[in-house]
């Protein structure tokens, strides 16, 4: 039996390892930046210097960042969790012309421009957005509600920005689930609410893994929903190393924040991995 040429695949495996060489490329060329010393007038100096991390580790205001986005973009995630497994089961259960037609609304959402899915959000919770002229038109209040330019405005805009990375993943966790295996449990004695924690939820945990990591990175680095939606009031992590890099062009500093928040995320998807790996039913 002849072995097969290695040759023919090359054309296929190129340009994905070119751009894997180039990813690392560019993550060396930051962690060197981050040992260099800051020479002033946006000039790097030559040496090894751990100053960029005592800066940035001895500034209780470049550390407020980071605690912000990490708590902002928890509680984020937990309520893009919830939102995102309804619309799933939702989906789950629909009929095919449901399903197409929510399936439909998320890939429109999904595939449109980050900055204008962001914009449209202004357009609703601004002063004269549609919420607050309902809300008064109802005369529920008397005068707008603040929802821009704070934190429940980039929250907000975090949560529906971001359910298309929760839902796609549940869904096909579910979608995964025989047919079968609900009618059997119910078969058994179980009740609808008993099956659905018992079985269906125990079948998801997968599903929900990878969409909890995804959407928390997402959101721990997002640059545009807070610099759209924060207003320069409550920026986040990634608008702190966007200023020092382009405004203040302190490239050391800035990439060590960079990876300093990239060591965080490598830890938080580790723990998670582990937290949902328990989770997991046993075969």
């Given at each position: ?5 290695f040759?023919?695949?090359v ?20 962690v ?88 449209a ?37 975090m ?11 549940i ?14 449990a119910?078969?058994?004695g179980?009740s ?34 807070p ?31 960079a ?6 995320s ?8 582990k ?9």
């Amino acid at each position: 039996m002849r072995k097969a040429s290695f040759w023919p695949i090359v054309p296929l495996v190129a340009p994905a390892l070119a751009v894997v060489l180039f990813f690392f490329a560019c993550l060396g060329v930051m962690v060197a930046y981050s040992f260099l010393p800051n020479a002033g007038m946006a000039q790097v100096g030559t040496g090894f210097t751990l100053a960029n991390y005592g800066r940035f580790f001895g500034n209780a205001f470049y550390l407020a960042y980071v605690s912000r986005s990490l708590v902002l973009s928890m509680y984020c995630t937990a309520v893009t969790l919830v939102l995102g497994y309804a619309v799933a089961y939702l989906m789950y259960r629909a009929t095919p012309r449901m399903l197409l037609l929510i399936s439909l609304v998320l890939i429109v959402q999904f595939f449109t421009a980050y900055v204008i899915r962001t914009y449209a959000i202004m357009l609703v919770l601004g002063r004269n957005g549609l919420i607050n002229q309902v809300l008064m038109g109802l005369g529920v209040i008397d005068q707008p509600l603040k929802l821009l330019f704070n934190e429940i405005g980039v929250a907000i805009g975090m949560v529906l920005v971001s359910i298309p990375f929760m839902v796609f993943p549940i869904y096909s966790s579910l979608h995964a689930i025989p047919k079968n295996l609900e009618p059997a449990a119910q078969a058994l004695g179980a009740s609808p609410l008993r099956c659905f924690w018992s079985v269906i939820l125990p079948l998801t945990i997968p599903g929900i893994a990878a969409g909890v990591v995804i959407v928390y990175l997402f959101e721990v680095t997002a640059y545009i929903i807070p610099a759209l939606l924060g207003g320069g009031y409550y920026d986040m992590v990634a608008n702190l190393i966007y200023s020092k890099a382009m405004g203040a062009m302190d490239y050391p500093l800035s990439s060590a924040v960079a990876m300093t928040m990239l060591v965080i995320s490598c830890v938080i998807v580790y723990g998670a991995q582990k937290a949902f790996g328990r989770l997991l039913p046993r075969r």
